[in-house]
């Protein structure tokens, strides 16, 4: 799986929008991208995920450059809840495959009022 | 649904003991995933069962840990003798077989080994 880099923490205020980056500069060409976060003293949730296009969903929206070797993932209207850690994850994905996901360190996102 | 569910939610106990977490997978769920987060590891896969088998437990540390999945709705995570350096959060999580793309988190086991 392509190696990806995150900012070690950011910040945000409440209201604004929140764009955490990622770099994946080695994904190869079926490697999804893939957004999960951890609130403190919780399991991961998914977020999104995207291949090639961008992505929205009701949580967050992706952005995915056209050469695949970094995305965005931008929370439209941050608020306290969504204070958490962020991991950015690079996959294949076959269908047998167990799909088991590589945690890195990810970006801790402060939302502050 | 409920989720999946893990238990118990936090465990304390001392060196050498015996320790069993439990596990409940999302009914109708295909994949279960045995997780580790420390602080210094952060979060790291154990073991994942397809269809109650086990397929990939590379990432077990050592002997001392053995994973079970008696059925599609129960798997156990069992140390024994439990150490120091196992005190961590234990996450459990599952997916279906045609989700490949999400999958579902517990609440986590916190333990600590004393």
């Known amino acids: 799986d392509a190696k990806t880099t995150q900012p070690p923490s950011m910040d945000c205020a409440e209201g604004r929008a929140a764009n955490l980056p990622c770099n994946h500069s080695?994904?190869?060409?079926?490697?999804?991208v893939y957004w999960y976060r951890q609130i403190h003293s919780q399991g991961p949730q998914y977020i999104i995920h995207g291949l090639k296009n961008n992505e929205t969903n009701e949580m967050a929206s992706l952005i995915i450059t056209e050469d695949r070797k970094s995305s965005t993932l931008i929370l439209p209207h941050a608020t306290l809840r969504d204070t958490a850690v962020y991991y950015c994850?690079?996959?294949?994905?076959?269908?047998?495959?167990?799909?088991?996901?590589?945690f890195g360190k990810g970006t801790s996102l402060l939302v502050t009022p | 649904d409920a989720g999946v569910i893990q238990s118990p939610r936090h465990e304390v106990t001392e060196m050498g003991q015996e320790v069993t977490l439990r596990c409940k997978p999302i009914?109708?769920?295909?994949?279960l995933f045995w997780y580790r987060q420390t602080m210094m590891r952060g979060l790291e896969l154990l073991i994942y069962?397809?269809?109650?088998?086990?397929?990939?437990d590379s990432g077990m540390p050592e002997d001392r840990f053995s994973a079970k999945m008696p059925n599609a709705s129960f798997s156990t995570l069992k140390i024994q003798p439990s150490e120091p350096r196992d005190s961590a959060v234990y996450f459990c999580?599952?997916?279906?077989?045609?989700?490949?793309?999400?999958?579902?988190f517990g609440p986590g086991t916190r333990l600590t080994v004393l």
């Open positions: 994850i690079v996959r294949v994905v076959r269908s047998n495959s167990g799909y088991a996901l590589n």
């Open positions: 069962f397809n269809n109650n088998v086990p397929i990939d």
């Open positions: 080695t994904i190869s060409g079926n490697e999804y």
């Open positions: 999580a599952s997916r279906r077989l045609a989700g490949v793309h999400e999958q579902f």
């Open positions: 009914s109708g769920h295909d994949y």
